[in-house]
């Protein structure tokens, strides 16, 4: 299937990281031209999501050198192994985890949609997780269930202007993934699964499917979700 996606312009941002790295490899597969965003500005340019001029500041730098923006992922937040599962519940963590995951997503999107809205085209995606889904982890299901709802929000608000918002929630991600799944658990994807999809979403033909949350991996086993 042709994707539609030659030439067009993709920011990545976390696009160092394991699933921003094989959504960044896809994408240029698919003949489109991702642009790497990070922190550390290795393979791309700087931008911190938790920073509001920085954010302006990517955006202005991606515009000049490329003069376009069809497509924005977000994949930069802390992976859920690196949070302290000893503080699952303390405040301060959801707090800086929500910042760094959903406020992170909302600058970036909100910086986007001016110019995406005025080009009459674009589509975004988040990366959430399917920890939205379950109790037991307050900090991950806070996050990730948060970056759900404000992504349907940014959706509905552009609903018709030809600009899509959408997020992807996989389970656990690793390359030797397993096929199993587990009763309560969610089903296994590698980053080059999460890739896939993100890389349909981005593209033109999938323009009839916003504002939804679609589960990588098969979607936690023994749960229904409406």
Known sequence: MDLQ??????????????????????????GAVAVVASRSGSGGFVLDARD??????????????????????????????TLDPARNSDPRQVLEAVDAKVLGFLRVANAALAVMTESGYGRIIGVSGQNAFLTGNVTGAVRNAALIITAKNLADSVAGTGVTVNTVSPGVVRE?????VEIGQAG??????????????????????????IAVGH????????
């Open 176 to 180: 030797d993934a397993a096929a199993e």
């Open 5 to 30: 996606l030659t030439g067009r312009v993709v920011l990545v941002v976390g696009g160092t990281g394991v699933i921003g790295g094989a959504v960044v490899d896809r994408l240029r597969a698919e």
């Open 52 to 81: 509001d001029a920085s954010v302006s500041a990517g955006i202005a730098t991606l515009l000049e050198e490329h003069g376009r923006l069809d497509g924005v992922v977000v994949a930069a937040a802390p992976r859920a192994q």
């Open 188 to 213: 296994q994807a590698r980053p080059s699964d999460v890739a896939a999809l993100i890389t349909f979403l981005v593209s033109p033909i999938a323009g009839a499917i916003s504002g939804e949350s």
């Open 219 to 226: 979607r936690v086993r023994g749960v229904t979700s409406m």
